[in-house]
T-cell receptor
Framework: GAGVSQTPSNKVTEKGKYVELRCDPISGHTALYWYRQSLGQGPEFLIYFQGTGAADDSGLPNDRFFAVRPEGSVSTLKIQRTERGDSAVYLC???????????FGPGTRLLVL | AQKITQTQPGMFVQEKEAVTLDCTYDTSDQSYGLFWYKQPSSGEMIFLIYQGSYDEQNATEGRYSLNFQKARKSANLVISASQLGDSAMYFCAASRSAAGNKLTFGGGTRVLVKP
């Protein structure tokens, strides 16, 4: 079966621009997570969706970051007024209802020039 | 809050030998889960193994085993019979035991398998 997919795989943008990163979870997985991984570090939690609602957004660094999951499947992470410090790999993961193990996608490498 | 510490930034291991990757954790939760993930140069995080805090037996998955010592708060990963394809970053992670809880990751250990 298909795993978690993320698009684009790479995104280069200029400081101040708006970007959208997309995540398509494993079919049937109700939980979806976003993480950010800076170079040389482990991933850091951003936000968690259960169904359509954001159940935990405590990891979003500031109000420039926003995520949606309108139909309980695909999710979009939106970053406004990008800054060079936003450059990182953005990882998406999903898990089955009631299960703890999270399965990750290949990530989107974001570079803000 | 949870904290994961991986003290080995990098390791070499000879092909076909076993290697142990250290992980210690700090948590105030009574029930928690411990995970190991592999991240090859391609960037994808691959789930390897899971251990629940109340599991009495150490978890095993093929060539991977988790040496869980609850009193010492350690969850070391043992990879037996190393293969060239095992060369990657390895991350230890923890979560509160319930579905939907975020993972807290350590800084990772880079493993390079020598032929």
């Amino acid at each position: 079966g298909a795993g978690v997919s993320q698009t684009p795989s790479n995104k280069v943008t200029e400081k101040g621009k708006y970007v959208e990163l997309r995540c398509d979870p494993i079919s049937g997985h109700t939980a979806l997570y976003w993480y950010r991984q800076s170079l040389g570090q482990g991933p850091e939690f951003l936000i968690y969706f259960q169904g359509t609602g954001a159940a935990d957004d405590s990891g979003l660094p500031n109000d420039r970051f926003f995520a949606v999951r309108p139909e309980g499947s695909v999710s979009t992470l939106k970053i406004q007024r990008t800054e060079r410090g936003d450059s990182a790999v953005y990882l998406c993961a999903s898990s089955q209802d009631g299960q703890e193990t999270q399965y990750f996608g290949p990530g989107t490498r974001l570079l803000v020039l | 809050a949870q904290k994961i510490t991986q003290t080995q930034p990098g390791m070499f291991v000879q092909e076909k030998e076993a290697v142990t990757l250290d992980c210690t954790y700090d948590t105030s939760d009574q029930s928690y889960g411990l995970f190991w993930y592999k991240q090859p140069s391609s960037g994808e995080m691959i789930f390897l193994i899971y251990q629940g805090s109340y599991d009495e037996q150490n978890a095993t998955e093929g060539r991977y085993s988790l040496n869980f010592q609850k009193a010492r708060k350690s969850a070391n990963l043992v990879i037996s019979a190393s293969q060239l394809g095992d060369s990657a970053m390895y991350f230890c992670a923890a979560s509160r035991s319930a579905a939907g809880n975020k993972l807290t990751f350590g800084g990772g250990t880079r493993v390079l398998v020598k032929p």
